[in-house]
């Protein structure tokens, strides 16, 4: 196949290409009417960041979407954007930014291929079935060209899957390596069964943990699609607004990706509230995918011993559990997670710098860099909570 013909273009908009040719690229295994792989590079999911406003003017996040066409057929897109800061992103390079500004060049813009606010792995050059190689290649080629011709410092892809990772450094990118704790399901049948693959110590723990954080004198509710309502919303953003005034300084999400969600999204979601003295206290959102339920937000307005730990953790292994999913992804950060039956595993990401000296310096960094976050996960994976297989406890 001759990759001339393919046509590489730029648009400012979702709204400019329709919901199903976008997602016969971003979600083709959804097309019998099942669930993508995970929402967040979905037609509807994109729309809705945009069309709240939560990326777009005045957010740092510049909608620039790359698609590729062969003889007028779309076979791969791409969620790009043009940043003005580094927020957002959950793979840090704040320490880039200040080392090439020392040096008398400007780092921002920046073209960003991400799911802007969203540290899940997932693919990030999206590729109709067929096409995987020639498709994936002409994304590549064509968003370092765009980064080159518009004199930019640099291009970065962030939380692409391990795939895309080693294809993306055979193409001439940098690969980094970087860890989040994830829940792995190995055919659990309930939470009590996930408890015994535990050492004695984790699982009284957890039980001591679990039954603490529900003595909060409420009640913890899982909501999902048709569940969801206008007035949990209301709840959850006020929760959201002080966890992100807190982390961020200013929430990413608007108030209006709330309401858009309720409209276009509450299938793919599942919201974690407690409610106590009549009134919502706290809660966690979660994302459904096809296999991996992933943890997104979590706030609240009464701190209860353990609460967030219920909310966030346990709540959405009761939830990957019960709708038969291979995994809990829980966000960014945090070795707590750990003696929560969350495992550190490795995440991926791809960099192009069009300096060549600061190029160099940043290889030479990845490569140091991934030996050392090889090196943790390998010891806090056996600092884990499971039991080792040699030594038989007692329940």
């Known amino acids: 196949m001759d990759q001339a013909q393919i046509e590489i273009q730029v648009i400012g908009s979702l709204s400019q290409i329709a ?7 971003a979600g083709p295994e959804a097309a019998d009417g099942g669930r993508p792989i995970d929402p967040f590079t979905t037609h509807r999911f994109l729309s809705v960041l945009e069309d709240s ?20 057929m779309l076979i791969g897109c791409a969620p790009l954007y043009a940043k003005s800061h580094s927020q957002g ?8 930014a200040h080392g090439y500004e020392r040096a008398g060049g400007d780092y921002y813009p920046k073209l960003q291929i991400a799911v802007p606010h969203t540290p899940a792995t997932g ?3 999206l590729v109709r079935p ?17 980064t080159a011709d518009n004199r930019l410092s640099s291009l970065h892809v962030t939380f692409c899957t391990e795939q895309e990772a080693a294809a993306g450094e055979k193409m ?3 690969s980094r390596a970087s860890q989040q704790f994830h829940w792995l399901n190995h055919d659990y049948a309930d939470f009590g069964d996930f408890l015994a693959s535990l050492s004695s110590r984790k699982r009284k723990n957890i039980r001591k943990e679990r039954a603490q954080a529900n003595d909060f004198g409420g009640s913890v509710h899982v909501l999902t699609g048709d569940e969801i309502e206008s007035e949990h919303w209301d709840a959850f953003w006020v929760f959201y607004q002080d966890t992100g005034a807190r982390k961020w300084g200013t929430p990413y999400l608007t108030r209006r990706f709330f309401d858009l969600a309720q409209d276009q999204l ?22 459904i995918g096809r296999d991996t339920l992933f943890g997104r937000y979590w706030g609240c307005i009464e701190h209860h011993p353990c609460l967030h730990f219920e909310l966030c953790y346990y709540r959405a292994i009761d939830i990957a559990i019960a709708r038969g999913m291979k995994r809990v992804e829980a966000g960014a950060q945090g070795e707590h997670k ?8 490795q995440t991926h990401s791809l960099h192009w710098v069009a300096d060549p000296g600061f190029a160099e310096a940043i290889a030479n960094y990845l490569r140091a860099e991934r030996e050392a976050v090889e090196e943790e996960i390998e010891v806090l994976t056996e600092y884990g909570p499971f039991r080792k297989p040699q030594v038989e406890e007692q329940q």
């Open 172 to 174: 001439g990118l940098m």
């Open 53 to 72: 406003g939560s990326v777009g003017r005045g957010t740092g996040w510049q909608p620039q979407y790359l698609t590729a066409y062969l003889d007028g």
């Open 130 to 146: 067929g096409y995987e190689e020639i498709g994936q290649s002409a994304l590549v080629q064509g968003a370092v060209q765009l």
């Open 123 to 125: 693919r990030r050059f």
């Open 338 to 345: 750990l003696a929560r039956g969350y495992l550190p595993t």
């Open 19 to 25: 919901p199903e040719e976008w997602d016969s690229c």
């Open 266 to 287: 509450r299938d793919d979601l599942a919201l974690v509230l407690a409610k106590r003295d009549d009134r919502w206290i706290a809660g966690a959102l979660n994302v």
């Open 89 to 96: 992103e959950y793979i840090f390079d704040h320490n880039w």
